[in-house]
């Protein structure tokens, strides 16, 4: 049995007197495809963004890759992570948010290239060679030269997915990809993520309202509400047979 990827050992977050997360615990295995439903304000984007130490956690433990995220070991003692460590795991993880995140005044293929030139020192010639790779695999080559104000939303988070390949992580996370976009421009992102998930053999975190796509993307889901996984399972149980009446009731809601 290989060793999870992701090892989150009861983490408390709170912003300000709101608990958000209350001793989460979860364990991600390599490779593997988890979706994160449940109500709005449940937590599900505060973990992803703890995991790319855009917040901190007040209280738990946090492994990624068999190292822990905010503590390094020095001498048998855990000491707070410095931003050398922090910089090298985040490298571990990409991830791609609901509002596109591009930057505006760089074009297409320079958003991909500038991560992997400023904090890998890759050559700009390499740099662009992956680039493109990466730009053909989400059917972007041809805008590489165009700014991001001349996209589409879909095709903006296409470039975000590319740009957040560039480092090559083992783990991508997905916040809600696809809920700014236009319904009619929905598919060929979530058509880029199923690519991902067929063809590579990388990690990946969803937090989704599309649970059509999750039903077909996860290998398992796990139903959050105010803060604590309530249910998870295969699509197939939680989707079919919910044994929680919350996970019914929002699953009635949403279906
Ligand atoms: P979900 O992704 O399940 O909708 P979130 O993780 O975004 O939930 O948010 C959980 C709760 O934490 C929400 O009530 C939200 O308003 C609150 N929250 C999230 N980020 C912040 C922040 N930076 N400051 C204050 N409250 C926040």
Same mark, same amino acid.
């Given at each position: 049995?290989?060793?999870?990827?992701?090892?989150?050992?009861?983490? @408390?977050?709170?912003?300000?007197?709101?608990?958000?997360?209350?001793?989460?615990?979860?364990?991600?295995?390599?490779? !593997?495809? $988890?979706?994160?439903?449940?109500? @709005?304000?449940?937590?599900?984007?505060?973990?992803?963004?703890?995991?790319? *130490?855009?917040?901190?956690?007040? &209280?738990?433990?946090?492994?990624?890759?068999?190292?822990?995220?905010?503590?390094?070991?020095?001498?048998?003692?855990?000491?707070?992570?410095? !931003?050398?460590?922090?910089?090298?795991?985040?490298?571990?993880?990409?991830?791609?948010?609901?509002?596109?995140?591009?930057?505006?005044?760089?074009?297409? $293929?320079?958003?991909? *290239?500038?991560?992997?030139?400023?904090?890998?020192?890759?050559?700009?010639?390499?740099?662009?060679?992956?680039?493109?790779?990466?730009?053909?695999?989400?059917?972007?080559?041809?805008?590489?030269?165009? %700014?991001?104000?001349?996209?589409?939303?879909?095709?903006?988070?296409?470039?975000?997915?590319?740009?957040?390949? =560039?480092?090559?992580?083992?783990?991508?996370?997905?916040?809600?990809? *696809?809920?700014?976009?236009?319904?009619?421009?929905?598919?060929?992102?979530?058509?880029?993520?199923?690519?991902?998930? &067929?063809?590579?053999? %990388? *990690?990946?975190? $969803?937090?989704?309202?599309?649970?059509?796509?999750?039903?077909?993307? =996860?290998?398992?889901?796990?139903?959050?509400?105010?803060?604590?996984?309530? !249910?998870?399972?295969?699509?197939?149980?939680?989707?079919?047979?919910?044994?929680?009446?919350?996970?019914?009731?929002? $699953?009635?809601?949403?279906?």
């Amino acid at each position: 049995m290989p060793a999870p990827i992701i090892k989150i050992d009861s983490i @408390s977050k709170s912003f300000g007197s709101f608990k958000v997360l209350d001793g989460l615990s979860m364990e991600v295995m390599p490779g !593997e495809k $988890l979706a994160l439903i449940g109500p @709005s304000g449940s937590g599900k984007t505060t973990i992803l963004r703890i995991l790319m *130490t855009l917040e901190l956690i007040d &209280d738990g433990h946090i492994q990624i890759d068999g190292e822990q995220l905010y503590h390094v070991e020095r001498n048998g003692q855990l000491l707070p992570a410095d !931003e050398r460590h922090l910089t090298r795991m985040r490298q571990k993880i990409g991830m791609v948010f609901q509002l596109f995140n591009l930057f505006p005044h760089k074009c297409v $293929l320079d958003n991909v *290239t500038l991560a992997p030139m400023l904090t890998k020192g890759m050559p700009r010639a390499a740099a662009e060679k992956r680039a493109m790779e990466l730009l053909d695999m989400v059917g972007m080559a041809d805008k590489a030269k165009a %700014m991001p104000a001349q996209l589409s939303g879909g095709q903006k988070q296409r470039v975000a997915i590319a740009r957040a390949l =560039a480092l090559s992580p083992k783990i991508m996370l997905f916040d809600e990809v *696809t809920s700014a976009l236009d319904p009619e421009l929905v598919e060929e992102v979530l058509n880029v993520m199923r690519k991902l998930a &067929d063809e590579t053999d %990388m *990690t990946m975190l $969803l937090v989704t309202h599309e649970m059509g796509f999750a039903h077909d993307f =996860a290998d398992r889901i796990l139903f959050f509400d105010r803060g604590r996984i309530v !249910e998870e399972g295969k699509p197939d149980d939680i989707f079919r047979h919910p044994k929680q009446e919350r996970t019914q009731t929002f $699953l009635k809601k949403i279906i």
